[in-house]
Structure formats: structure tokens, C-alpha cells
DNA sequence: GTGGTCTAGACCACC
DNA sequence: GTGGTCTAGACCACA
């Protein structure tokens, strides 16, 4: 499994196993359709507790991005499940704010906040690029 | 006060405190060498615990936003003391990961992206021209 | 435990506690990756409030001695993480340097103060063979 | 007035003043039977509370450093009134200690460690110098 | 079980 | 008056 975490990160891990899974659909590692391993196989995996990978597929089916069946186990959706829509871009901006804010707060610009997310946008591309030829 | 916080929210009080205080910053509306009201003078105002204000302060004390005299309270630095320096721009980078990833994972693109911050560097240009005119 | 805190000190108490498990750690008591107990435990154990070792806890993880875990504690993280740096050397000479004047003023030679400052050097290279030997 | 204080220090300004006094003794620039200015004087000066600097006063007179008269105020004792003993010693000893073990825990040696109060003897032999050439 | 947050009320140091 | 420290007791998120 490509997940990795990281137990001294300030970040929970069950969020830690839902932003990763979110980066392998966007890579294209994980593509419509495809199961998730099942919550006991991922927990063995990685070391942690089964409660703490359910709470992460629990996350991400209330998001939208997964259904999770009983025989299946846990399957991504199609795209158009999870579009962004209104609610999405008000929590989006909720984000954005304070981080926003505290970049203006420390003398940066629009322009140098923008280079700041294509550097971001580039890993990306590239992370798609790598899960394209392993694929 | 200008000041409004939201107990139902998510968002730790202290931080919402102190995510207040930078737009604050950046909106002008407080300057450098001017004073935040004393811990017990807010935490009355706010309906909180003074524990609660001082959580805060000592959070922007701490990232270079302020510094806590004894006598006069808490002062706002000099923008110098908080520029965005190398270890700044590496937590961003992570704050805005998990993000900007969802987004793309919405089926956002970069251009929809910055269309949803510029929303909100609009929304801080008129608070700066709205404190202006106040001050 | 191996602590000893003393209530009536002019220290505060969490800055007792951070100073001895800094001890403990040039001891060789405590050792990379080692977990300290929990909040509540040393709490009980000393006697004191658990926001009082809480704190000593924060200072310690913002200085970069230990790492706080949700689920394991407190751990000490590897010394790289804390060597002395540029920072560190400004901070050191500010404390020294009154401390150094007063030594001047009371007569003390540089000879003397380096014979006062080895003493201490010495009791700290008993505590590590001590440790070492329990160990 | 050779004496400035900083009130965005973290040191209390009665301590500072006091520090100062100190450092002023061993540059030679106050001597042996000196008044220091009055204590209205000296807050006005430094635009500081009376209190503060009567705090600062009443401190050198339980050190040692000064007698107070009631008509010519403040005056420099001679030095062998604040000898180093065995009290100042215990106390030297007490402040330096968490000092040495930070720096030894952050991977100072003994000599990094004298390197760095060199500099601050050397510091010290320069302003004895200034003052020599100015008085 | 762990730490994180918040409240309420106290005393002290500093100014 | 200011912030700093400590206590006591509560609830929540995370694992």
C-alpha cells in the first residue's frame, strides 16, 4: 500500500489516511471504481488502531468520495459525486482565510502566495505523471 | 471592539482570537507600536476566560506578531519582526497541501483555484479602504 | 520518579520540571525516543496541577527536546533537533552576561569562574555514570 | 545618563536598571564612594516608575553594591562590602547550572562553552577601556 | 487511555 | 492596573 504516516505529525492521523487517499485520486493511483483495502487490512498495515481508519473512510464518505458497501468494502465514486459545489467553496474559503491572511500579515503578495501553490500544483502534475508510468 | 467570535465554531476560540487579530493587522485597522486591549479588558468584551485571551496572545507573541510588556500590555511588532522567512513558507506549503488537493480532487482547476483567493483578497482590499475611512 | 520539585522555590515550577528532564536527558536517564510520562501521571506523582507539567511539556516541544504524540505522550526526539544554534548562542549570551558582570563585580577572575562552572560540569559527569550504572 | 532600558525586554526593568549599575561598576564609569542619582531623578530620566527604580535600588543596597543616605542618596560601596562568598557562590552556582545543562544537552562542550563567556569578558575589557579614555 | 481546550477563581510580581 | 503562575474541575477529540 502507498499510504504512509506519520505518527509525529500535528495532523490526526485519520486525516492523514483521508488527505492521502484524496492525493491518490487525484495522481490517478486510484481510480472510479477501485476498492479501498478493508479497514482491518489497512489498520494491520500501517500500525494503527481499526477505529482510526474507519473514522478516516467515514470522512470521505460523508465527503462524497467513497461508498462504502458491505461485500466491497470501501469503493471510490464517480468524479461527478464530488464535484465542488456551493457548500464546498464556502468551506474552501473558510480555509483559505486565515491562511491567506497570515501570508498578507507576513508581507506577502498575491503574486508570491501564487508561487507558493504552483510549486504545490507542479508536485502534483508530476505525482500524476509517476502513477501514469508505474501503472 | 472589533472583535467577533464564534462559540459554536470548530475553530479553537484562542485561534479564532488570534486569526482576528492578523486581519486586523493587515486590514490596518490595528498598526505597529498600537496596543490590544488587556487580557481581562477582551476576555470581559468577549464573554470568555481571560486564560482564553492569553492563550492567544502567547500564540502571537510566540510567531512574532506581538510582544507583551508588563505595563503596557500587548503591542503590535514592526512588520520586520514577522516576515515570511524559509520556515514560514515550508507551513504553508503543508497547510495549503491537503487543500489544494481536495480542490483539484473536486474537479477544480488552478484557474478556479485563484478565482476562490482572489475572492478573498477582495474582500481584505475593501476592509483595508473600510478602516482607512473609519481611522 | 526522578524528579524532585521544590514548591517553595523562586523557579516556577514548570520551569523546575523542564530543567530536570533537560538534566535527565545530558544524564543519559532519559534517551531518544524515550516517553515521558503522561501529563497526569507526573502530575500525580509530583503532587502537582496537570496544566503545570502540561506547560513544562509545551516549552520543552517548542524548544525542541521532545515531540508530543496524541496517543504515546511526551518522546524525546534525536539530538539533531535541538543542537545549539545561531539563536541559541544570542540567547545563552544574554543570560550569561549579567550573571558574568555580577561575578566581575564580586572580584571573581575568569579563573574562579571557570573553576565554579567546572564544578557543576563534574556533578553532571557523576549523574551520567550513575545513570549509566542503574541503567 | 549611561543607563537605557528596554521596556520590550523580557527582563523587568528594575532589573535591568540594577544590571546596568552593575555593569557600570566593573567598566569603571561609577567608582567606589560615586552617589547614583536620585531616584526621581533616574525615572525621570529614564521616564520610568519611582517605584521601579527605588526596586532597582533597594536590591544593590541587600546585595551589597550601595549603602542609601538619607541626604546624599545613593552611593557606591567599597568593594570589599560585595566580596564573592560562599552565599554568592551557592547562588552563582544555582543560576548557572540550568544554563550549562541546556547548552551541554544542545551538544556544547565545555570549551564552546568558555568560548562563548570569552566573548562577553572580552566585551567587558572593552568597555573598561571606553570608560578609561572618556573619565 | 492520551492530550487539547475552556472555565473559574486565586495569589504574586511588576509598574 | 498589568501579565504570570497555579489550582481544580469539566468536556471533547483522538487512538
Redesign the interface.
Known amino acids: 500500500m502507498w499510504l504512509t504516516i506519520n505518527?509525529?505529525s500535528e495532523t490526526?492521523?485519520y486525516?492523514q489516511i483521508r488527505?492521502q487517499i484524496?492525493?491518490g485520486?487525484?495522481a490517478g493511483s486510484i481510480k472510479e471504481n477501485d476498492s479501498l483495502p478493508s479497514v482491518r487490512q489497512l489498520a494491520a498495515d500501517l500500525g494503527v488502531n481499526l477505529h482510526t481508519v474507519n473514522k478516516a473512510y467515514n470522512l470521505l464518505k460523508q465527503e462524497g468520495?467513497i461508498t462504502i458497501h458491505r461485500q466491497k468494502g470501501a469503493v471510490i465514486n464517480p468524479?461527478e459525486n464530488?464535484?465542488?459545489d456551493q457548500d464546498?467553496?464556502v468551506k474552501?474559503?473558510k480555509?483559505?482565510?486565515?491562511?491567506?491572511?497570515?501570508?498578507?500579515?507576513?508581507?506577502?503578495t498575491?503574486t508570491?502566495?501564487?508561487e507558493?501553490?504552483?510549486?504545490?500544483?507542479n508536485?502534483?502534475k508530476s505525482l500524476k505523471k509517476e502513477a501514469k508510468n508505474n501503472g
Open positions: 505518527l509525529n490526526a492521523i486525516t488527505n484524496i492525493e485520486i487525484i468520495f468524479a464530488y464535484r465542488a464546498y467553496l474552501l474559503s480555509e483559505l482565510r486565515p491562511v491567506i491572511a497570515e501570508s498578507l500579515c507576513r508581507g506577502m498575491r508570491d502566495f501564487i507558493a501553490i504552483d510549486i504545490i500544483y508536485e502534483f
